[in-house]
């Protein structure tokens, strides 16, 4: 079994900047996917950014340019660089990982979350 857990949340003014971390733990033969989507109240869980195993990254329109995922492969852990922080990117920040564990079964996780609170 795989587990996902978040670090980084906490409370920022407008403007300011947050990095979050997302470090997976288990039998990992191999990550795909890592990316990372929020849940504002209100709303539906949306997506924010992914990394591929290639390296390739996509962002949803509403943080690009401010945002920035990376990941360091030999730790199995993913980040999001927070930029240019607006009120309306407060939610909580959930994190994603798909691969393959132990014996090849695929596995696909999520994190518990962590709670980012922008204020104006």
């Known amino acids: 079994q795989v587990q996902l857990v978040e670090s980084g949340g906490g409370l920022v003014q407008a403007g300011g900047s947050l990095r979050l971390s997302c470090a997976a733990d288990?039998?990992?033969?191999?990550?795909?996917?890592m990316a990372w989507h929020r849940h504002a109240p209100g709303n539906q869980r949306d997506f924010v950014a992914l990394?591929?195993?290639?390296?390739?990254?996509r962002y949803a329109d509403s943080v690009k340019g401010r945002f920035t995922i990376s990941r360091d492969n030999g730790k199995n852990t993913v980040y999001l660089q927070m930029d240019s922080l607006k009120p309306e990117d407060t939610a909580v920040y959930y994190c994603?990982?798909?691969?393959?564990?132990?014996?090849?079964?695929?596995?696909?996780?999520w994190g518990r979350g962590t709670q980012v609170t922008v204020s104006s």
């Open positions: 994603y990982a798909g691969g393959r564990a132990n014996y090849g079964r695929p596995f696909a996780s």
């Open positions: 288990g039998n990992i033969n191999g990550l795909n996917t």
């Open positions: 990394m591929d195993n290639t390296g390739s990254t």
